[in-house]
């Protein structure tokens, strides 16, 4: 039976892998993600009839209730999570995967630290142990801290006995020569607990000061990189899953632990191309969040569901660009019977442009527009679907506001460079927003004072049901 574990093993490590692949494409990703759930089910299996043949003896009543309570408390998250806030879930998930791998490490060093009579005498195993110990110590919980904090930003502050605080954002002045000292002392702490490894201070100095670097990581980084930012801990959460790994001598789980590694830090760098930024730069350099915002002096006059209703009556392409403004609103689904009115009324051809940081997270938009059923094919990259503007009849904005400013064009600013859909291209331009307010880069919108914009002020969906009501009465 023992000659059957790695078999087991090898099938969760093809599993998660072929879930990976899966995940690349909005029409495929829940397969991927049955496969990868899957595979963490063989995994699990495999991991407890391997303890169960190496010991004999197993608390199967606490093995049981662990699952049945984790279990439960995936569903019961999962179930009453809305789409908004699927961002915060997926922060405090990263966090608990960090978490969970850094409590293994410390349970396995622990029980080294504490009996001395199945501790490794071998040097290089002992500094293979420590190493790994601590790294994964670094890793796992700065992950917790930092995701926690990650959360809060993300839904804008916290409530205290019923008073809303907000999520601060402080620069990164003083703090950059923090996040140094603290990641350095963490470096001292592994190497002096190699030199004695009996002594658990070391151990508890290395978590203590790791979380304290997980807050100090993310305090000074403001909204507009938290797509950035959440890519990031998802890697750091497989890294810890790795590091743990090679302490309890787990190939899975380094196997699955470097795929969210790897994957997490090329999403990473893919959200950092998107907004011409480096990553060195989201991590010490604060954006969004603490820059001076520009103050609005222009006016627009507003238009009327009639007149947009008007306007896309004949057009022969329309292209709808979402933004984080219909995910708070949740109109996801009054855009989509947008598109079918557009397509069965007028014979429009309805195409969606995603940009790669539009929302809270990578893919936001498209996990939206797909619970709306909106047809794979019509959400198109913003690479591809640039080209197509100056051919489109209207282009009609809900929500996004940085991902369509003209001053990134600019070459100066918080904005400058970053790439943007080109909005402005088409022959008229629709946008829904409540107001003429800037967006997390703090700088005012061009775009909304052209005189081909035209603006509807007011909620996501509540602007999206009366157009579809106006275009319906034409």
């Not at 009839?49 to 439960?72: E, F, K, P, V, Y």
């Not at 809303?164 to 402080?170: E, F, H, L, S, V």
């Not at 070459?411 to 409540?434: C, F, H, Q, S, Y």
Request: charged content about 15%.
């Amino acid at each position: 039976m023992q000659d059957w574990i790695p078999l087991g093993y090898l099938l969760s490590a093809a599993l998660f892998i072929f879930g990976l692949k899966k995940l690349g494409h909005p029409r495929t990703a829940p397969l991927g993600n049955q496969y990868g759930a899957l595979g963490m089910l063989v995994a699990v299996i495999t991991t407890i009839i391997d303890m169960q043949l190496a010991s004999g003896d197993m608390n199967w009543t606490l093995i049981i209730a662990g699952l049945a309570l984790g279990s439960l408390i995936g569903i019961i998250m999962a179930v009453r999570v809305e789409m908004t806030g699927m961002p915060e879930l997926v922060a405090l998930f990263n966090g608990f995967g960090g978490a969970a791998s850094a409590l293994v490490a410390l349970s396995e060093t622990w029980g080294y630290i504490q009996n001395s009579t199945t501790a490794p005498t071998d040097e290089l195993t002992i500094a293979v142990i420590m190493i790994a110990a601590g790294l994964s110590a670094l890793v796992g919980w700065m992950t917790l801290t930092g995701s926690i904090l990650a959360m809060f930003k993300l839904k804008g502050g916290i409530s205290v006995f019923g008073k809303w605080i907000k999520t601060p954002t402080w620069g990164p002045t003083w703090l950059n020569p923090v996040k140094i000292l603290l990641t350095l002392s963490v470096f001292v702490l592994i190497g002096m607990s190699i030199n004695d490894p009996g002594n658990e201070n070391y151990l508890w100095g290395i978590i203590a000061i790791s979380c304290i670097l997980g807050l100090v990581l993310v305090l000074p980084i403001g909204g507009a990189d938290m797509p950035v930012v959440v890519s990031l801990l998802n890697s750091l959460s497989g890294i810890a899953a790795a590091f743990t790994g090679f302490i309890i001598g787990n190939s899975v789980l380094i196997v699955a632990g470097s795929l969210v590694g790897a994957s997490g830090l090329i999403l990473t760098f893919i959200m950092c191309k998107a907004m011409n930024r480096t990553l060195p730069d989201v991590l010490f350099k604060s954006f969004g969040g603490t820059v001076s915002k520009d103050t609005v002096t222009r006016t627009k006059v507003g238009s009327d569901a009639d007149e947009v209703a008007m306007m896309v009556d004949g057009a022969q392409k329309v292209i709808i660009v979402p933004g984080y403004g219909m995910a708070v609103s949740q109109c996801q689904h009054q855009v989509k019977e947008f598109g079918d009115l557009l397509e069965e009324k007028f014979g429009t051809e309805v195409k969606y442009a995603i940009h790669p940081v539009a929302g809270r997270m990578p893919g936001h938009m498209n996990v939206l527009l797909a619970e709306a059923n909106v047809p794979y094919e019509q959400l198109i990259e913003m690479d591809e679907i640039n080209p197509e503007f100056p051919d489109c009849d209207v282009a009609v904005v809900i929500g996004a506001n940085d991902t369509t400013n003209p001053a990134a064009r600019s070459g100066e600013g918080p904005l400058a460079g970053m790439p943007i859909i080109d909005a402005d291209a088409a022959r008229t331009v629709v946008i829904i927003k409540r107001s003429l307010s800037v967006g997390y880069a703090g700088v005012d919108n061009d775009l909304f004072y052209m005189d081909k914009t035209m603006m509807l002020f007011g909620d996501g969906k509540a602007m999206m049901t009366g157009l579809n009501n106006a275009i319906k009465e034409i």
